[in-house]
Antibody, heavy 124, light 107 residues
Framework: EVQLVESGGGLVQPGRSLRISCTGS????????MSWFRQAPGKGLEWVNF??????????EHAASVKGRFTISRDDSKNIAYLQMNSLKTEDTAIYFC???????????????WGQGTPVSVSS | DIQMTQSPSTLSASIGDTVTITCRAS??????LAWYHQKPGKAPKLLIY???SLQSGVPSRFSGSGSGTEFTLTISSLQPDDFATYYC?????????FGQGTKLEIK
């Protein structure tokens, strides 16, 4: 069974950093692109960033709202994708979900499995 | 970024009804569209990808159609488990975007 489990969320002050993790099991983690999404309280879903599998060069993409502050990375030996969040703002408060990307020829991805999310609260 | 607009924002229906949710893209996305539903406090669940392909394990009462800029999700014979919030998502480019959501409520 495919499983994704996020961890590492919590309360952090504005301007500080936090790293959260997404651990995969039940599938060959290294074969898939991985993405982070978030959902602010009472709001809809927002894509955050994406990392391709090594087969497609491991390149990353980021939403404009987090570019330069957030970084996605992966350690396929541990089946983990990371989200490093720097210079956090109060508007980054959200539940953060990871998702497994399914691709057609490496250029289009939809997300077939999601974790349950980890909450991040940015407040002084 | 490609903007996605769903309608209606809220939909009230009864068990056994058939409902349709519409999603419009601000520019053509071919068939690069997925549908998800989400229950409070839970992860989104993929229902449809490539506009009309049913995800494995999803009941056949869910169906998707459309291409270009206009898409629909139809749920026939509503079941209690179907009452949730539904989102469309375009993945025509890497800046993936979602519709604002449609909350399906029990009438």
């Amino acid at each position: 069974e495919v499983q994704l489990v996020e961890s590492g969320g919590g309360l952090v002050q504005p301007g500080r950093s936090l790293r959260i993790s997404c651990t995969g099991s039940g599938f060959n983690f290294g074969d898939y692109g991985m993405s982070w999404f978030r959902q602010a309280p009472g709001k809809g879903l927002e894509w955050v960033n994406f990392i391709r599998s090594k087969l497609y060069g491991g390149a990353t993409e980021h939403a404009a709202s987090v570019k330069g502050r957030f970084t996605i990375s992966r350690d396929d030996s541990k089946n983990i994708a990371y989200l490093q969040m720097n210079s956090l703002k109060t508007e980054d408060t959200a539940i953060y979900f990871c998702g497994r990307g399914v691709t057609v020829r490496g250029s289009k991805y939809w997300f077939d499995s999601w974790g349950q999310g980890t909450p991040v609260s940015v407040s002084s | 970024d490609i903007q996605m607009t769903q309608s209606p924002s809220t939909l009230s229906a009864s068990i056994g009804d058939t409902v349709t949710i519409t999603c419009r893209a601000s520019q053509s996305i071919s068939n690069w569209l997925a549908w998800y539903h989400q229950k409070p406090g839970k992860a989104p669940k993929l229902l449809i990808y490539e506009a009309s392909s049913l995800q494995s394990g999803v009941p056949s009462r869910f169906s998707g159609s459309g291409s270009g800029t206009e898409f629909t999700l139809t749920i026939s014979s509503l079941q209690p488990d179907d009452f949730a919030t539904y989102y469309c998502q375009q993945y025509a480019d890497f800046s993936v975007t979602f519709g604002q959501g449609t909350k399906l409520e029990i009438k």
